[in-house]
Antibody
């Protein structure tokens, strides 16, 4: 079974750093892009970017470029989302999702359950 | 960036109703339009990909149509488990973008 298991809820203070994870199983991790999607409290979905674990090629939404770092370690089938200095406005649920793409299709077919990050002083 | 505009933003419907949600793209996105369902407290789940392809395991009461810039998700015979928020999403170009969501509530 294809699964993405995300790390647990984090409560942090503004200015702190944070790295959350997304561990894949049930498929060849290196061959599928992993996307990150933000959902702020009571709001919609926002695509942050994705990474190809095979060669770490990474694409960011301009809205998130420079604000976060997406990385992956293919030796342990895990993708990461990292902040150097959190802000209160980073409070949200963060989902990872597998990109499933081919000749005529391109979508996110498997999702993690989400990691809640709360940033509060 | 490609903008997606969903309508309505919310609707009230009864079990058994036929429900239609539309999604308009700011430019031609060919068939790269996907629909997701999000039940409160859960992760999104793909229903329809590539405009009209039903994702494996999704009930056939869900269907999608489109024409490059205008797309429709239809639920034929709303069920209690369908009360959720629905999002369209384009994968024609990065940055990928989502519509603002349509909340389907019980009448």
């Amino acid at each position: 079974e294809v699964q993405l298991v995300q790390s647990g809820t984090e409560v942090k203070k503004p200015g702190e750093s944070q790295k959350i994870s997304c561990k894949a199983s049930g498929y060849n991790f290196s061959r599928h892009w992993i996307a990150w999607v933000r959902q702020m409290p009571g709001k919609g979905l926002e695509w942050m970017g994705f990474i190809y674990p095979g060669d770490s090629d990474t694409r960011y939404s301009p809205s998130f470029q420079g604000q976060v770092t997406i990385s992956a370690d293919k030796s342990i089938n895990t993708a990461y989302l990292q902040w150097n200095s959190l802000k209160a406005s980073d409070t949200a649920i963060y989902y990872c999702a597998r990109r499933h793409s081919g000749a005529y299709y391109d979508y996110m077919d498997v999702w993690g359950k989400g990691t809640t990050v709360i940033v509060s002083s | 960036d490609i903008q997606l505009t969903q309508s309505p933003s919310s609707l009230s419907a009864s079990v058994g109703d036929r429900v239609t949600i539309t999604c308009r793209a700011s430019q031609n996105i060919r068939t790269y339009l996907n629909w997701y369902q999000q039940i409160p407290g859960e992760a999104p789940k793909v229903l329809i990909h590539s405009e009209f392809h039903l994702q494996s395991g999704v009930p056939s009461r869900f269907s999608g149509t489109g024409s490059g810039t205008d797309f429709t998700l239809t639920i034929s015979g709303l069920q209690p488990e369908d009360f959720a928020t629905y999002y369209c999403q384009q994968s024609s170009a990065t940055p990928w973008t989502f519509g603002q969501g349509t909340r389907v509530e019980i009448k």
